[in-house]
């Protein structure tokens, strides 16, 4: 099969884009591979979340924060998914796992450090949280909205108090049109429910969050 991403296509979205530096063969060649390398990548990332009456995770409650809630369903299924739409279940959300986007490489390699990653035994409870954000967060430029997450909202620093125990992961869903800009996975023990109510209570009070348009907080019980 072609790769859909040929030289011709690229050259002509070169000249079209107004590109003024001339490419050899072998740039071309090795631009060619990283996009390849760089969409197989991101498809083994991308996931959907299928809400309808089977999954493996059993919904506890769905409550609307802000803006328009989901229809309810009984189950979420999370599976690997691909950049196509799909009809499974009552509703689908979609998401691709990617870097961290408004973290210094200090704050990536001290969140590396103290976390534990997502699936411990331990953790039956889960929380799909999907947010939105207004059109004023994203005209603001990348530096202004790191300042707001970070320096003035300390998301990463409050967040740090959580962890282990609370398991976290972040998908991007902006870039496939969907309803929601992020898809926010956590797990977490019985035991730490308490201290998972404080943390969302707290990232609810931040600067960050003042941005937010629509947030639905779905809880679940792994079965």
């Known amino acids: ?21 001339l490419i050899s063969k072998a740039n071309i060649n090795s631009l060619i591979l990283n996009n390849i390398k760089n969409t197989s990548l991101m498809k083994e990332n991308i996931f959907d979340f299928v809400g309808g009456n089977t999954g493996q995770w059993k919904v506890q409650s769905i409550k609307k924060v802000v803006g328009e809630s989901l ?27 990617s870097n961290l986007r408004y973290t210094s490489k200090q704050e990536d390699e001290k969140l590396l450090e103290i976390s534990e990653g ?3 035994p331990t953790s039956t409870f889960g929380a799909l949280i999907p947010i939105h954000k207004n059109d004023a967060w994203w005209a603001l430029a990348q530096d202004e909205r790191r300042r707001i ?6 998301h990463i620093k409050k967040g740090m108090k959580y962890l282990p125990a609370i398991a976290r992961r972040l998908y991007h869903s902006r ?20 201290a998972f109510e404080e943390l969302v209570a707290l990232l609810r009070t931040t600067e960050e969050w003042k941005y937010v348009d629509r947030e639905i907080d779905i809880r679940l019980i792994s079965i």
């Not at 997450?149 to 300390?154: L, V």
Request: glycine residues 6%; hydrophobic residues 35%; proline residues 5%.
């Open 118 to 120: 997502l699936g411990r």
């Open 71 to 97: 229809p309810i369903v009984s189950h979420i299924q999370i599976k690997p998914g691909t950049s196509q739409k799909i009809n499974d279940g009552t509703w689908v959300l979609k998401g691709v796992r």
């Open 1 to 21: 099969m072609k790769n859909k991403f040929s030289r011709r296509k690229f050259i002509s979205t070169t000249a079209f884009l107004g590109t003024s530096y």
């Open 149 to 154: 997450f970070e320096e003035q909202s300390q």
């Open 175 to 194: 870039d496939f049109n969907e309803p929601f800009d992020f898809l926010t996975w956590f797990e977490y023990a019985p035991s730490d429910a308490n």
